[in-house]
């Protein structure tokens, strides 16, 4: 059983429209949730980490935790071209003093102009 | 100018070779990582490091092998046991404001074997 997923897509939005992208995990103690936009051929770059249950805004992102149901998503307001992307979910299931990321496979997204 | 680097970007190997990858940072994080991603799939963990002079092995850490003699540089080394190891190399680091276990990336090497 996989313990981060995401549907693989691709997701494909016209530009301007909200691009909202879901992410399930299995660990009910997981405490740290992350997304990262990964440029095809380039390595991950972090664009939202969120800790508690609700939104957090940053820009035209939003990532929403949901841990009694166990998802965290991200939505992407007024998309743009340069939005297009594979975006990975990462989540912090800590044992111990593990520091470790679980990832998702990541979903892919098309901004149409 | 603080951030983790990569060398070299592109590293071509003929098979029954040894190679190292590099990783430095200079962010002064305590933890490191070394991913491994093949085309179409998630990032697997090779071995990871949370302070000096120690190191754990992660999903998928046969043939490979690494050391952590600074804090700063956390080189990954290839060995010919790797059966298949072409594929993006990504090494990062964590932020260590608090718990909060936020990976920076540096920009990975693509590694070929001919």
């Known amino acids: 059983q996989k313990e981060v997923e995401q549907n693989s897509g691709p997701l494909s939005v016209p530009e301007g429209a909200i691009a909202s992208l879901n992410c399930t995990y299995s660990?009910?103690?997981?405490?740290?949730f992350f997304w990262y936009r990964q440029y095809s051929g380039k390595s991950p770059e972090l664009i939202m980490s969120?800790?508690s249950n609700g939104d957090k805004e940053d820009g035209r992102f939003t990532a929403q935790l949901n841990k009694a149901s166990q998802y965290v998503s991200l939505l992407i307001r007024d998309s743009q071209p340069s939005d297009s992307a594979t975006y990975l979910c990462?989540?912090?299931?800590?044992?111990?003093?593990?520091?470790?990321?679980?990832w998702g496979l990541g979903t892919s997204l098309a901004v149409n102009p | 100018d603080g951030g983790i680097t990569q060398s070299p970007k592109y590293l071509f190997r003929k098979e029954g070779q040894n190679v190292t990858l590099s990783c430095e940072q200079n962010?002064?994080?305590?933890?490191m990582y070394w991913y491994r991603q093949d085309p179409g799939q998630g990032l697997r963990l090779i071995y990871y490091?949370?302070?000096?002079?120690?190191?754990q092995k992660g999903d998928i850490a046969e043939g490979y092998s690494v050391s952590r003699e600074k804090k700063e540089s956390f080189p990954l080394t290839v060995t010919s046991a790797q059966k298949n190891p072409t594929a993006f190399y990504l090494c990062?680091?964590?932020?260590?404001?608090?718990?909060?276990?936020?990976?920076?990336f540096g920009p990975g090497t693509r590694l070929t074997v001919l």
């Open positions: 990062a680091s964590i932020s260590d404001r608090g718990k909060r276990n936020e990976q920076f």
């Open positions: 962010l002064n994080h305590d933890a």
């Open positions: 490091s949370q302070i000096v002079n120690d190191f």
């Open positions: 660990d009910r103690v997981s405490q740290s």
């Open positions: 969120i800790y």
């Open positions: 990462a989540v912090n299931m800590p044992a111990g003093n593990n520091r470790k990321l679980i």
